[in-house]
Structures are given as structure tokens and as C-alpha cells.
């Protein structure tokens, strides 16, 4: 029977540098891995690029996380993103900051950032055992026994590092939270964000693969608010930015960032996302242009949007395209500018935790130590990364939360 001080289980981001700083301080660690090669969702992430964080300072982050985002202060103040920049730079990773303010690795390729924390774990010391699901979790006195496929492993403290649901094809499949509640742990009912959306629209499926790369998206109930004939009540969620149209729905950025208002609440049965397809004109100066405009309606809405987009919403609306914009009566004017500014497109629901880049939920952060990642419940035990209540919009602020609450909990065993 093995005996390690750290036992840390999932190698992903906030894994890696769990083990590794723990490591580095003498303690004898085991970093568990149930996959057969560690960081399999750092691999997927960001198209196989891996957005490493936002290019932002602390307090950017924690205001990105809203609520949850003071839970992060002791965490971000150990490895900020302007650190974690210069540690994988350190260790042969050069980085990049795209106009989104999303920082790569310059070679766009994520196998080089978990080769990175490869060798990082390596010179630290630590035992990366591949392969290796952990079965259970008892506990064994003031320490833990865990048990695996290939036997049984005692160790005085554990960090759970285990990620949340999202991506389950990544082995993220959730045992982390059956664990915690077993060690007396209260779990935030999971659920998908940063999810693609589902809409039964046809004129929306048939604009699949179209890209707008600027639109403001508003979450809404339409039981509260008819989202078309005035303007909504206030919205669930709203965001701006790239936005895509698909076979089954709608995703891009700004979609994924606004979806954990619809998982929130999936029996709604009445979401809509209310578009503003031109979030840079007033809609007294949409107004001014259309009125003063003399090509044709589809003319002028071609110059701000994409020709197939022009004519779904000018179908949509039951506008005829080959008028010209000064005939348009007042009522047809006012109809084209809640086409353009207010187009409300229904929500089913979202894709779940297969497509979800991050799991809402998981570990109640009112039961954490957030100056060391302890559990107040259960002594010696930690949590990192995923497998805590913690989710920020797309952009590198998941993974700067992992890396982050990782070193964090390493420092601290």
C-alpha cells in the first residue's frame, strides 16, 4: 500500500499546479489521472489553442465572475494573470493577445501548454500515475484511503481537482461532487454554461453558418415581456459580441455567454434571445438611415449585415426587399427597425454538458477556505479548478480560476 502526504485527483490545470507546488515544498505528492494521457480538456479548449487567460489585472477577473468573483481574491493574489503569463513563458511558452484580449500560446497549440506542465511536474517531484480512476474515497483517521483499480493509496491530505461535467468525452463526468457530498459537502446543482443554445426557427437553421461579429444578445422571458412590440423587460442575461447561426440554433461567443440564464431555469419554456444585430447605431440613427435612404430596402441593410441574414429578417418581418426605403409607409419603417435592433429568436433550450465549456455548481463556496482551498467541514481535504461552484464568461477566466484556486491549494497542503 502506497503512502503520499498530497494525494491530488484530475490532472487538469488547477491539478498540475496543485501537485506542483506541492511538490516543490518536499511533501511526497501523487497526481491521479483516470485518462490515459493528463490534460485532455486543456487539449480541446480554445479549438486545440488553449486560451490561457483574459489579458486583464486581478480585479478584471474577479469582476468577471460577478457574485462569485471575491471568492478568488486570496487565489488570484498568489498567481495573477500577468503570472501565470510569465510562468509558462518561463518554461518555453511564448505567448499572444488576440483583439478579444484572449492571450494564446503563439504557436496556437494547447499540447505545448500541457507539455509545459509536464515538465513543471516533472522537476517538482511529484508521481503522475495515469490511468488510474479513483473508485472511492474513505476516510482513515485524521488522513484518507483511496481506492483504484490497482489498489489501495494512504495519504494524510487530498485536493480534488476532478472538474465538473462539461465535456464528459474529457472524463469530466461528475464523480468529484459524489465524493465531496460524501465527506459532508453541500453541491450547487450542476449545470451547462457556456453552452450553445437550441431554436426551432427554421429561417434560423437555414442561416447555419452564418457569422455576425457584432450583436447584442439579450436573455428574456417571453411570458413577461413581448420582446418584439416593446422593449423587454430587464433581461436575464445580456452580452455583445461574435455570433453564429447553426443547423440547430445559435452559438459564437456572445450565445455561450448569456446560455447559463436559460440552464438556470430549463423548464422556462418561453426563452427568447432578443438580437440587436447593429448594437453600434441608436435606433434614432437606424431610424435617420433608413428614412433617408434611396437604394432598395435590401440594399441598405446588406451594408451593415450579411445578404443572407438582410433577407431572413426582411422574410421574417414581411418586408419586400426590392423596395426602395423611401417608400416604405411609417408601420413598414418601425417593422424594420425591431427586425434589426429588436429581432426576438425562441430558445428551446441548450446542447448540455456535451457542448458546455464550463459546469455552473458543484462545491457550495460558502463551505471552502478561500485563503487556502480547505474544506471547513472535512480537515485535509481541498478543492481546485471545476469541481468548484465557480463559472466566468468565455475568454481564459475558467482556466486563470483553475490555474489560480490550483497553486493556491498546493501552497497550502
Known sequence: MANYEVA????????????????????????????????????????TRCNLTQA???????????????????????LGPDELVVLFEAEGVPTKVEPTGKIFPVSNRAVDVVEALRRMLERSGAELRLDEPVVSIERAGDGFSISTPRGELQTEKIVLTSG?????????????????????????????????????????????????????VRIVDANVSEAKQQPAAKPLAERRGSFLFTHFGLSGPVVMDVSRAVTAR????????????????????????????KQTVLAAIAEWLPKRLAEALLAESGLPGNRRVAELSKKHRNQLLLALKRMPIPIRGSQGFKKAEVTAG?????????????????????????????DGPIGGYNFQAAFSTGWLAGQSV
Open 362 to 390: 458543484g462545491i457550495d463556496l460558502r463551505e471552502v477556505d478561500s485563503k487556502t482551498m480547505q474544506s471547513k467541514l472535512c480537515p485535509n481535504l481541498y478543492f481546485a479548478g471545476e469541481v468548484l461552484d465557480l
Open 8 to 47: 491530488i485527483i484530475g490532472a487538469g490545470a488547477a491539478g498540475f499546479l496543485a501537485a506542483t507546488q506541492a511538490a516543490r515544498r518536499g511533501l511526497r505528492v501523487v497526481l491521479l489521472e483516470k485518462n490515459r494521457k493528463p490534460g485532455v480538456k486543456i487539449l480541446m479548449s480554445g479549438g
Open 164 to 216: 465538473g461535467q462539461s465535456y464528459p468525452g474529457c472524463g469530466t463526468t461528475g464523480e468529484g461532487y459524489a465524493w465531496a457530498k460524501q465527506l459532508g459537502h453541500k453541491i450547487v446543482p450542476p449545470r451547462p454554461a457556456l453552452v450553445p443554445l437550441l431554436s426551432d426557427a427554421p429561417w434560423v437553421h437555414e442561416l447555419s453558418g452564418v457569422t455576425v461579429p457584432d450583436v447584442l
Open 56 to 78: 486583464t489585472d486581478r480585479r478584471g477577473i474577479v469582476e468577471a465572475f460577478g457574485p462569485q468573483g471575491s471568492f478568488l481574491h486570496s487565489a488570484l493574489s498568489v
Open 266 to 293: 430549463p423548464d422556462a419554456g418561453a426563452w427568447q434571445a432578443v438580437c440587436d444585430f447593429v448594437p453600434a447605431l441608436h435606433e434614432q440613427q437606424v431610424s435617420e438611415q433608413i428614412a433617408a435612404g
